[in-house]
């Protein structure tokens, strides 16, 4: 099973600047990594999918990059609603798909 | 829209049984790669089951034999079977339908999903 370790747990910054979250992976997973949002009391919403590809209706703030162990999520300049847990997630070597730890991103 | 509601949850004691089920809208869950995915209070999600369009299943290692996916494409609604349960299978369980972009759909992404359902296993 592939391991995803997410770094740093979390991160204290302010509306207006720049996020980066980083995932590392036990193993390779090419490029087949995806970035989740998860806001309190909702579901996780799919943000980034085969590393660098939006989901239909995310902003173009959001942006993936990465291939084989290490991934990194940016947000180019945070919105008051984009502090929330950020997942990472492999489907390289599934069953079954792994999930990260998160990355809490909260208001410094 | 796409909306998909959960229900079934609840406490039950371990070794017990229950079938959740998640009423889906705004597509028909027969066309889709249809996933269960469960999250542990302050947890992270852990993938648990996933149905695909031709009705082959997979499981976590940690459900294979005690949990079954299904779905009744009449109801438009898919359920997870869940047998023999222990204390650690404690979590909101959402389904959630794959994601599908303009050219191809991706089984091994859980997008849209449900509220959730609460399971808790206790004794």
């Known amino acids: 099973e592939i391991v995803l370790t997410q770094s740093p747990a979390t991160l204290s910054l302010s509306p207006g600047e720049r996020a980066t979250l980083s995932c590392r992976a036990s193993q390779s997973v090419s490029s087949y990594l995806a970035w989740y949002q998860q806001k309190p009391g909702q579901a996780p919403r799919l943000l980034i999918y085969?590393?660098?590809n939006r989901a239909t209706g995310v902003p173009a703030r959001f942006s993936g990059s990465g291939s084989g162990t290490d991934f990194t999520l940016t947000i180019s300049s945070l919105e008051p609603e984009d502090f929330a847990v950020y997942y990472c997630?492999?489907?390289?070597?599934?069953?079954?798909?792994?999930f990260g730890g998160g990355t809490k991103v909260e208001i410094k | 829209e796409v909306q998909l509601v959960e229900s079934g949850g609840g406490f039950i004691q371990p070794g017990g049984s229950l079938r959740l089920s998640c009423a889906a809208s705004g597509f028909t869950v027969g066309n889709k790669y249809m996933s269960w995915v469960r999250q542990a209070p302050g947890k992270g999600p852990e993938w648990v089951s996933v149905v695909y369009i031709d009705d082959t299943t997979y499981y976590a290692d940690s459900v294979k034999g005690r949990f079954t996916i299904s779905r009744d494409n009449s109801k438009n609604t898919l359920y997870l079977q869940m047998n023999s349960l222990r204390a650690e299978d404690t979590a909101v369980y959402h389904c959630a339908k794959a994601y599908c972009s303009s050219s191809n759909c991706y089984p091994a992404y859980p997008d849209s999903w449900g509220p959730g359902t609460l399971v808790t296993v206790s004794s």
């Open positions: 997630q492999q489907r390289s070597s599934w069953p079954p798909l792994t």
């Open positions: 085969d590393a660098s």
